[in-house]
């Protein structure tokens, strides 16, 4: 293990393209649970039948807005979340030009919050709000609220929508198409904190054509195989090895 950690600090520092690619499991340590683990929303306890999976689809969202906004701001929407070491880190690589981009499967806008500036959210961010009638912007502060009400916009009256992508919704295709050209002119690619199940965010792993494709996530995934460098370990140890 102590050597996969020497390639990669030993990497990083020969390394001036780098893109990040990250997941949930980069956010636990910020008091976000991931969505996989014991604890995580896939395994949320329910009042009825309906699984999160569906509460969290297009079609639930229109036909059952409130039972929607329960569970999205009871299991997805943390706004006093701040990033933790791993966000600051990839943060300050950026500045000194190291990493060129971050790909994240994540909605908390903790990337940007530690300082990220060029990052492509591919589910969006529960910062960005949208009236459904007229599209007016409201940011989360406007429509969070404890009582898990369905925020409505005050020009028109018309149901907000998260800019999230809910299952059955498509991603977005200029951020696809970033992610793909970011990964595919990095001579390195961190994959940290996801379980690469989740397509097809997942599939553009395969777009590397770098020297040095790392995998740091707890548990193992499909790609390990692949990678030049794989640390199953916590996020918080591996970012402090690198910091001293």
Do not use: W
Not at 47 to 73: C, R, W
Not at 228 to 243: F, S
């Amino acid at each position: 293990m102590q050597d996969n950690y020497k390639k990669l600090k030993d990497a990083i520092e020969k390394s001036n393209n780098i893109v990040i690619f990250s997941g949930a499991g980069l956010s636990t340590n910020s008091g976000i649970p991931d969505f996989r683990s014991a604890n995580g929303i896939y395994n949320a306890k329910l009042k009825s039948n309906i699984s999160p999976e569906e509460v969290i689809s297009h079609t639930f969202f229109v036909h059952y807005p409130e039972e929607f906004y329960d569970f999205y701001f009871d299991k997805m929407v943390f706004p006093d979340a701040m990033p933790n070491s791993a966000h600051k880190y990839f943060a300050e690589l950026e500045k000194m030009g190291k990493v060129k981009a971050v790909v994240t499967q994540n909605i908390d806008d903790l990337h940007q919050m530690a300082g990220s500036k060029n990052v492509i959210e591919l589910h969006g961010s529960i910062k960005r709000n949208y009236c459904m009638n007229c599209n007016t912007f409201y940011d989360l502060n406007h429509i969070y609220n404890k009582e898990h009400k369905v925020p409505r916009c005050k020009i028109c009256g018309g149901i907000i929508k998260p800019d999230v992508v809910l299952y059955e919704e498509s991603l977005n295709r200029e951020d696809i198409d970033n992610a793909i050209y970011y990964i595919s002119h990095a001579d390195m690619l961190i994959v940290i904190g996801t379980s690469l199940v989740v397509y097809p965010a997942s599939s553009f792993i395969n777009y590397f054509k770098g020297n040095n494709l790392v995998l740091i996530n707890k548990s193992t995934t499909q790609y390990d195989n692949m990678a030049d460098i794989l640390i199953n370990d916590d996020i918080k140890n591996v970012i402090e090895y690198l910091k001293n």
